[in-house]
């Protein structure tokens, strides 16, 4: 929200954000320090999505949550009114102390009951980040400590030797941290929502091995260091420079377990079916190539059981896709049902399934536009008059519609250990790949 008040703001428009007022608490509190200008928001109450027209018609006949006025007054007031001089402050806000770079000498207990008060932590045991440590796991990368790798979404820069810092407090190896650093490059993409979301991480490449990271059986379960750890970091430094704190930064409804070690695993790039590429290379990197991709999602649905001969494995992932929004969707698939498809059923390559499935599934249009995801997303396209959407939102509820209109978001990723043909639908849309090499 923020990100295009500013680009409006940028361009000349003035402009007044609204949302629901638990994520205007979260911009009050850190949005200008992250943009550098002010931006003025009214609020609303939650929820919105599912709400019928009359609820939302008195949010806007009632009063903004912020400032107690007149919802529209407030509109048109901060559209047209001057600046006040607290508007006007640069800088950090008012009693704000700046984090020292080194905490004071204490005893460990004491430092882990500060990182905890403060919630540098995900609350489990930590590695406390000493000057030694911190070094140590610096000595893995040629970039310079103060180097700043991701502007994240707030006040907070991500600089290596912070990326280091999180690297020892989940129990990095060394070699884990150019990983580390091409993960915590894309720190400011840290899921947080009103719902659940949460994130995907995807290692291809000979780092695998040379990691550790398990591929195989039980390749997103808790089973392996690299997996863990590499995942872990992710969400301290996620938590850490977004400032993410419970019911501040942090305001998901049921947020989601998956943030623990988000989704972190490698594909099975051997087990892959003959024609079948690795994801990297899929997304137009070299086989040797060491690349992690992130993405960030809501949804993750398990097939209920193997598949069977009646009910092809293509037809039951287009079923399942039903309930997906559509922008986007992830597949994983066992090599057992990677194997099927490509021998069984025909689907010569990744793309083929994609192109399947975003050909075959179908939703009714009432159920597309019940998914809160979509009348946030899609709904404002539609009232532009931009298609497909505008033509969806004039159609019969039961009209049946194909929400994936891109074959190339849809994207296959093999992993497990050949025990079971079972697979996992989710709608985790990976973003463009980071060369781990680059942060040596």
Known sequence: MSRFARGLEES??????????????????????????????????????????????????????????????????????????????????????SEPRLLKPDTEDNLRRLFKEREWTDFNAIILPTEKRVAAMLKATSHKPDEVISGGFSSRKMTVEKAAVYAVMAGAKPEYFPTILAICSQAGSFGNSTSSAANMILVNGPIRRELGMNAGIDALGPFAEANSVLGRTFTIAGKIVGDLRLDTGAYSTLGSTIQYNNLCFAENEEALPEGWNPHHVEMGFKRTDNVVTIGMGWSYISSV???????????????????????????????????LLKDAHGFKTKAELSKYLAENVQVEVGTFWGNGVNTTAS???????LEPFATWMKLPPETLIKPFRDPGAIKVVVAGGGIQTTWFVTDFRLGRGILIDDWK
């Open 305 to 339: 059981g193997e598949s069977q001969l009646q009910h092809p494995p293509h037809m039951l992932i287009r079923d399942y896709m039903r309930s997906l929004a559509g922008m986007g969707a992830g597949i994983i698939l066992d090599p057992t049902v990677a194997g």
């Open 379 to 385: 709904m404002p396209m539609g009232l532009q008059g």
């Open 12 to 97: 000349g428009i003035p402009t007044v954000g609204s949302s629901g007022v638990n994520v205007v608490k979260f911009q009050d509190y850190n949005v200008k320090y992250a943009n550098g200008m002010p931006i003025r928001y009214v609020a609303f109450p939650f929820p919105v999505a599912g709400q019928p027209k009359s609820v939302h018609k008195g949010y806007i006949e009632g009063k903004d949550l912020r400032s107690g006025k007149p919802m529209m007054q407030a509109i048109i007031d901060g559209l047209t009114k001057p600046l006040t001089a607290e508007e006007k402050k640069s800088g950090m806000p008012a009693g704000a102390v």
